[in-house]
């Protein structure tokens, strides 16, 4: 049994508080949904929350209660012999310290009513997790709560669990297998044995600290300086900027007295910039600047070797009714169409030699009067309306108008999409008359 | 005379190609023949009362036959080879007839599927190494009686083309191979005894056993690739130039399955979002597979529905995908047969047309509800909606009430055990992958382009 625990009990009637009495008084209480692993981990925390579970399933009135207490005293009198008194002051500092409970009468109930809040009895992690949160967040009192049972009548005084709440023991009071009262009973025993003889040693020490020997589950990580910020210098932009202001400000009074005194404030100050952390800053911010700089100057460049967006293709006898010319495709990517078979009107518009599905460059085929893609197989009319293969809009037209020259003049910057009824726009075409 | 002749079926080189592929084939055959003396046994054979009462022969006999014609085929090939035009071992024209008439991306798609469909039905028959040997056999004979095609070796013996070829037996080899270890599994299981996995659990030491097969494999593959370089060479072609597309211009072949699927869908619907459906989904796999049975071994009969469903995303929708597009497609993606010419000019009718050009026009004869010029998006929304309410409507039944149907019918097993989330991501992924095949139907039965076409909002589907 290598699970020892202690209660501190704050005894100022002198009564003897007998923790082994607790442990049967919480065996019999379990008596209806025996404890797993009884025995092997008789813990504060795991001990009310098995009280509580159990309490909860069977819901014990204040007189069940009070008769098992009276029970108990018969036993714990019994046993007081080769128990180890404890006896404690309250640590002063004890964040869990019980709430003060000033009678028996209350104190039972208290704990008959907790279960409320620890739910079920554990079967899954998940269970478990919650009943050590739940443990975790107010184990004082409830964990108090099987002690004041046995030194109700003569402990009004508060009474102290015995400290640190261990946790890992409820994994192992959950897992294990279930015990028949008789063999937790046994177990006790045994544990009674063991634990009694390792217990007084460790009792002496007033600053209690429950050993456990079993796998601890892991501890939440608490950070360690927690709320007290760290003390660094700060010296950033702020502290920059105010030297520079000072340097600055002394540099311009010396320029304007033609003080020599105040020239070298100014230049001391610029000095005190030359701190390693001014220095960086100062290093960041000018090869930021440089690059900002850069990258807005690599948007203007020197030469753009596209073509223009505005050319001339030729007067209009160049391009004879119902003909495609290629003659501008690989230059400037556009056909330049003349055709009667767009709403009956007889006229020329430049088509975009892109493909409206996937932006490969179609061919326009003689033979079949068509624009045909070699990607995915879309096909075009002469007018550009797209009629076969999966391109799902006519080819693109743009701009065209006749030059003052009386030339065509093919506008790239700007394109007209027929879905959006944009083809009626006069600048997209040149009516032939 | 050779040079006169305008796409010389044979060649030279060919015919003496061709007469050590024969000569390897002899030699497999012969190694199967005592492979087969010794396991297959003896049949009874009559030859209709020649025999009389019938005499045991043992399978061998036929395994000896036909290796026998083979080392023939193969003298014969590398003896005559000098003389092309004389040469009559040719694809049969009555075989090629047949085949390129079938040969549509309709007849395709359904083979292809229908050959899936088989493969599942009767996978305890083809999955026996002697079933298995007879298709090898047939594929080679098929290969290499069509390599004497002109055409066929134009596109087949591409260098790029020629790893796609060896892709294909890989994955053949590797479907027969599931398949077969998960049949004897099954076998297993229905008899009561252990799985094959855990009667030969015999484990191995990484050194030396593992890391001597891995440095056997590295040099083996090693020398592949170094043949492989120099035999084959790197198809360059012309500098590319913006405003000249090649025709056909094809993806990698591992993407070609994408670029077919491109010429269902709108560019955003196959490019971006099928795409990412299916890396997504292949994703999910682990998180919407319950099934707990096949960890760590073969089977077929306990995850039918994940190994089907698998597979058939990969055989037929992309691997045959792959072979459509790598073998099938020519000039201007159009479909050509494996023994026909690739004409640039081919002219086929794909005159394709939306739904809603369906519903209006030809259903209801009247125009379609027109945009009028200039107007507001306020203006157009109502319109637009009205015109392609049908697929609209018809998309949200497949992906939202489609779903919650089938939970309700064939799928409720699957609803009940996964719950609702998983169900729905399990449900979509699937209506996700046959979106491909049912769009591809669609268009080949009434050349339907898009079921939902706004190209005012560059929304098609």
Redesign the interface.
Known sequence: MNHKCFLLLGNSGGAVNNWLSAREYVARINQDAPLQQAGSSFLHTNHSFRVKSNMEEKKPSTADILAKIRAQKAAAAAAQAETPAITAEIPPAEPVAAPAVTSPTVTAPVAATKPVDAGPKPSSTKDIMAAIRAGGVKPAGVAASAPVATSAPVAPAPIVPAAAVPKAPVAAVATGPKLSPQEMLQKMREAKVAAGSAAPPVAAVAKVVVPVAAPPMPAKPVAAGKGAKPTTTQRGLAGLTTVATLSGLFLLLGYLTDSSLLYGLGLLAWAALLTPFAAAWTAIAGIGGIWTLGTARFMFPNVLVEPPSKFKVGPLSDYPLNTVSNKWKDQFGIWIVHTDQYEGRNMIFALASVCTHLGCTPNWLDGEQKFKCPCHGSGFYMTGINFEGPAPRPLERMGLRIAGDGMLEVNKSVKYQEEMGQWADATSYVEVV | MIHLTHNPDLTSSVIYGLGWVYLLMFLMNAVWVKRSYAIDGNCQLSLGGILGKGQQIPYATFWAVYAGILLMVAITHLTGWKNPQQFSLLMPEILKEPINRASNPVAFFVGSTVIYVLMIVLRRWWTTPTAGWILLNLSLLFLALSVTDYDFRQIVGKPDNVPIVAMLYIVGFFTWLYFKKSVDNDDRRAAGRPLFEQENSEKVLTWPDLVYTELVCMVLVTAVLIAWGIVLQAPLEEPA?????????KAPWYFLGL?EM??????WMA?VVLPSVILVGLMAVPYIDFNKMGNGYYTFNERKFAVSTFLFGFLPLWVAMIVLGTFLRG????FFSPYEFWD??K?E????INLSELFWIKGLGQPLPA?P??ASFAQQAPIILMREWLGLAAVVFYLVALPNIMAATVFKPYFVRMGFLRYMVLANLMLMMMSLPIKMVLRWAVNL??IV?I??W?F?I
Request: charged share 10%.
């Open positions: 130039s913006a405003a000249k597309t090649p025709n056909p211009s670029q491109l010429v269902y869908f709108d560019p490019g000039p201007n993606w159009n640039v000019h002219l009718l794909l005159n394709n945009v010029a200039g382009k898009y076409a190209p005012e560059f098609n």
